[in-house]
């Protein structure tokens, strides 16, 4: 997989590539990670890459000119299945999409900035716009950041055991089930004995229980 990142502050996404298991996709040669700079494509002789709107409304937008020649430019070097703004007006990030997008070849994201991009380029350049949750950033950096570590962590052979990612949380429909390890008894706080059993067909269907429990406890939602 090929993700290119647009941005205008592109030291915010340095940190969260170099650690873990983004890093780990990097060293093995199964993700490519590349952030652009949007500043690098402007005509604008101060390097601006901001604009007002029109309408006298509050606020500035990305300037048109640089990430419209950003986009074009990257686009003709290779065929994107996504082009995605990440935007708090865009579709709710969740995991059904997140492994839909883990069998893409190549994405683009672009991250918003000020009051966002215009809305021509999201007519015309953009073909999926997500937001990581309602409420606003300061920019799509972190948005980018969270959806390149859920897209990374899917890619067979990242995690060395793959099975640990089949089972996390809304996989299934459900929240994850309680974990617990070692020691069994600590300060007179148990383990459930089931976990201790050996029988791994009880402690399935007691897994299972909890993650139906624990799912209507705290996303109801999820069942509906």
């Known amino acids: 997989m090929r993700i290119d990142i647009l941005t205008v502050l592109p030291g915010l996404l340095h940190g969260p590539f170099a650690e873990s298991i983004v890093k780990r996709g990097i060293e093995k040669g199964l993700v490519e990670v590349n952030i652009h700079d949007i500043r690098d494509y402007t005509t604008n002789k101060h390097k601006k890459v901001d604009d007002t709107p029109f309408g006298g409304a509050a606020g500035m937008v990305l300037a048109m000119q640089p ?37 893409c070849g190549n994405i683009l994201m672009i991250c918003g900035h000020y009051k966002g991009i215009d809305q021509r380029l999201r007519d015309h350049l953009i073909t999926l716009e997500i937001s990581i949750g309602d409420y606003v950033l300061s920019g799509g950096e972190l948005a980018a950041a969270v959806l390149t570590d859920a897209l990374v962590r899917l890619i067979p052979g990242v995690i060395g055991d793959e099975m640990s990612a089949l089972t996390d949380s809304f996989q299934d429909g459900l929240l994850a089930p309680p974990v617990y390890t070692r020691p069994a008894d600590y300060n007179g706080w148990k383990v459930p004995e089931v976990l201790l059993s050996g029988d791994h067909k009880k402690i399935r269907v007691w897994e299972e229980e909890q993650a139906l ?3 209507k406890k705290r996303r109801p939602d999820l069942l509906d």
Do not use: C, M, W
Not at 73 to 79: I, P, T, V
């Open 67 to 103: 990430l419209h020649d950003a986009i074009v430019k990257l686009k003709s070097e290779r065929d994107y299945n996504e082009v995605i703004f990440l935007t708090p007006d865009g579709e709710r990030l969740a995991q059904g999409r997140v492994n839909q997008l883990s069998l």
């Open 213 to 215: 429990k624990r799912t």
